[in-house]
């Protein structure tokens, strides 16, 4: 048997070391996501050069990847309907999401067959589509086993991808993958070079570090800097950076929604501060917009902590961590001085009128 592997592989590195490595443009990014009820029109897309239309799902059954029902028309239309606007700006169909089961992507990348599954329809998806790529949202890999499978995934849908482009005559697809904030979920490593030459980026979810489900004290939710501790975007750049990752194939990622926490004595107002439980909404999550309509409506006092890179707001004993001008900008400055290829926000219509976008945009420069 041995013998009859052999070439394979051979062909699988032979493909993967001939996969361009001249550089990536600058992703300035943002998600859109099918549940938010935002349209896909209402969109800037000047504000990006790629969008991710989310979320795609996984067959557990056939392995195959689809578009619901209720989404093929959006999903159909996407990048004819972003390009309206910014003919330049690139799509990628991402799939799987927080609320898809790790379970049948752990099913899916078990086996060579089952993986070939994925990755044909993925790929058949985004041409009939009219997407530029594919995005893998798999929340997560949490064994050494997920994580080994997860790296052949990565270099088999790489070969395929290449085989289709010459086959086609198309550019090839772009690959990126939403990952973990850092190159190990909780000590178990991410097979980062089967990421570095399987992907075009990553996109790093700096993010979600203290919630009220999770949390019992108020915190720094997306904080870029919180010393002593692994609960940073910072942190997590640098982990997968030592990994073996380069900057330039690495994306920032940041939120445009916060928590809201229930303080549990209004006067302890500050981070970490005790809570006792969500806020606002059932799990304490609010979009930025509905941010900046709380504090208009109850007067509250909104601050800025330049050591966590975080805001904060609060009015009696409703307390909310989130990410304003200022921390967007200065994550923003770090992830361009850090030599990364860009940044990412989950989501874009969590929006206020494009105000982070366009800090964002403005931050990055040209």
């Known amino acids: 048997m041995a013998p009859k592997t052999l070439p394979f592989f051979l062909t699988l590195l032979f493909l993967l070391q001939l996969h361009s490595s001249a550089g990536q443009n600058a992703v300035r990014a943002a998600y859109w996501f099918s549940d938010s009820g935002f349209p896909v029109s209402d969109i800037d897309s000047t504000l990006f050069t790629h969008l991710f239309c989310a979320f795609a799902g996984l067959n557990p059954q056939t392995n195959r990847v689809f578009i619901a029902s209720g989404n093929q028309a959006q999903f159909s239309t996407f990048t004819r309907t972003v390009q309206q606007k910014n003919p330049s700006v690139k799509t990628l169909l991402s799939i799987g999401g927080g609320d898809a089961k790790a379970t049948d992507f752990d099913g899916m ?14 790929i058949r998806l985004a041409r009939s589509n009219n997407f530029h790529g594919l995005d893998l949202d798999w929340e997560y890999p949490s064994n050494t086993t997920q994580m080994t499978n997860f790296g052949l995934l990565l270099a088999e849908w790489r070969v395929s991808v290449a085989s289709e482009s010459r086959r086609s005559g198309n550019t090839p697809l772009l690959l990126s993958a939403a990952v973990f904030r850092s190159s190990d979920y909780y000590t178990i490593n991410y097979p980062s070079s089967a990421v570095s ?13 203290y919630g009220p489900r999770w949390s019992s004290v108020t915190g720094p939710p997306a904080a870029l800097y919180n010393p002593g501790t692994t609960e940073s975007g910072s942190y997590g750049i640098t982990t997968w950076i030592q990994a073996g990752v380069a900057a330039n194939k690495i994306v920032l990622g940041f939120p445009f929604y916060g928590w809201a926490w229930k303080l549990a004595h209004s006067n302890n107002n500050g981070f970490f501060a005790p809570a006792v439980g969500p806020a606002i909404s059932k799990d304490g999550d609010v979009g930025y917009a509905e941010i900046n309509s709380f504090i208009a409506k109850n007067g509250a006092r909104a601050l800025y902590n330049s050591s966590f890179v975080s805001n904060f707001c609060y009015s009696g004993t409703t307390w909310i961590g989130y990410d304003d001008k200022e921390s967007i900008s200065a994550k923003v400055t770090y992830a361009k001085n850090r030599g990364l290829l860009g940044y990412f926000a989950w989501h874009a219509g969590a929006d206020d009128k494009w105000a982070l976008s366009r800090q964002a945009a403005s931050a990055w420069g040209a």
């Open 109 to 122: 990348a078990s086996q060579a067959g089952s993986r070939k599954s994925f990755i044909d329809s993925s």
């Open 197 to 209: 030459k399987g992907l075009d980026w990553i996109n790093v979810m700096a993010y979600d570090f």
